[in-house]
Nanobody, 119 residues
Framework: QVQLVESGGGLVQPGGSLRLSCAVS???????MGWYRQAPGKERELVAV???????VYAESVKGRFTISRDNAKKTVYLQMNSLKPEDSAVYYC??????????????WGQGTQVTVSS
């Protein structure tokens, strides 16, 4: 069983930045990794995914503001979030896909970290 532990969430003002981290308990180099988010009353939605070959895919709503990256040696995935908006407020979840391609189903999920964007 692989464990994913998110960190870095918190309260930030509109226009601010946060960097989320996801620590993975096992080697992740051959797997695509992603971030999802879920706001109250809404469905969980894809934010960004990075494949095993470092191809990145972003939701339209975050393109140009968020950057996903991975450090396989540290077994950590990051989500750099800039120019944050109130509508970015949500619980952010890290996920590991079932293989290297970004569009495969997710196999493991973290517990989530809360991001609140408010003045």
């Amino acid at each position: 069983q692989v464990q994913l532990v998110e960190s870095g969430g918190g309260l930030v003002q509109p226009g601010g930045s946060l960097r989320l981290s996801c620590a993975v308990s096992a080697s992740m180099s051959i797997y695509a990794m992603g971030w999802y988010r879920q706001a109250p009353g809404k469905e969980r939605e894809l934010v960004a995914v990075i494949s095993g070959g470092f191809t990145t895919v972003y939701a339209e709503s975050v393109k140009g503001r968020f950057t996903i990256s991975r450090d396989n040696a540290k077994k950590t995935v990051y989500l750099q979030m800039n120019s944050l908006k109130p509508e970015d407020s949500a619980v952010y979840y890290c996920t590991q896909r079932s293989g290297a391609s970004w569009n495969l189903p997710s196999r493991y999920w973290g517990q989530g970290t809360q991001v609140t964007v408010s003045s």
